[in-house]
């Protein structure tokens, strides 16, 4: 192994450790922006890993508590199975004829999805730039040699 791969290895390991590290920072910034988890119940269960396949990072993975997609997602807020039809028939009560009843509203809270898909694209810039700055023009005059213009 020349030492030239294993610094662009290290670096490469750099630059998805860095960019983990502030995924996780954004995602709980946005639970705080939207007031999200009383608790800091779902804050605190946000982790991410780097996983290796044979010295290489395979995936990075995010993780975070199940109760995170509920919430993104407007379902749950302590409302049992058997108890979702008589929580339909008050809310549709109160709505339509002003009836004096108890029912859970439940309304999603998007947290995940825009702040996941910005970072996933952020990511692939980074990345990108990453390995336009290992091209050189030798190295692409390489690639040209490669390709045929006269189809």
Do not use: C, Q
């Not at 999200?36 to 605190?44: F, Q, V």
């Not at 749950?76 to 859970?104: H, I, L, P, Q, W």
Request: aromatic share 8%.
């Amino acid at each position: 192994m020349d030492t030239k791969s294993l610094h662009e290895r290290i670096e490469f390991r750099g630059i998805l450790s860095d960019w983990l590290r502030i995924f996780l920072e954004k995602l709980r910034r946005e639970l705080k922006l939207k007031n999200i988890g009383k608790t800091e119940a779902l804050a605190n269960s946000i982790k991410g890993e780097l996983l290796r396949n044979g010295g290489d990072i395979s995936a990075v993975l995010a993780k975070f508590s199940m109760y995170g997609r509920f919430v993104d997602m407007g379902v749950g807020n302590g409302v049992k199975a058997y108890e979702r039809k008589s929580n339909s028939a008050d809310r549709t009560a109160a709505k339509r004829y002003g009836a004096n009843v108890t029912y859970s509203s439940r309304k999603p809270k998007r947290w995940i999805n825009k702040r996941k898909m910005a970072e996933v694209y952020r990511l692939s810039e980074i990345l990108a730039e990453s390995v336009l700055s290992e091209l050189t023009a030798d190295k692409m005059l390489g690639v040209l040699d490669d390709i045929d213009f006269h189809m």
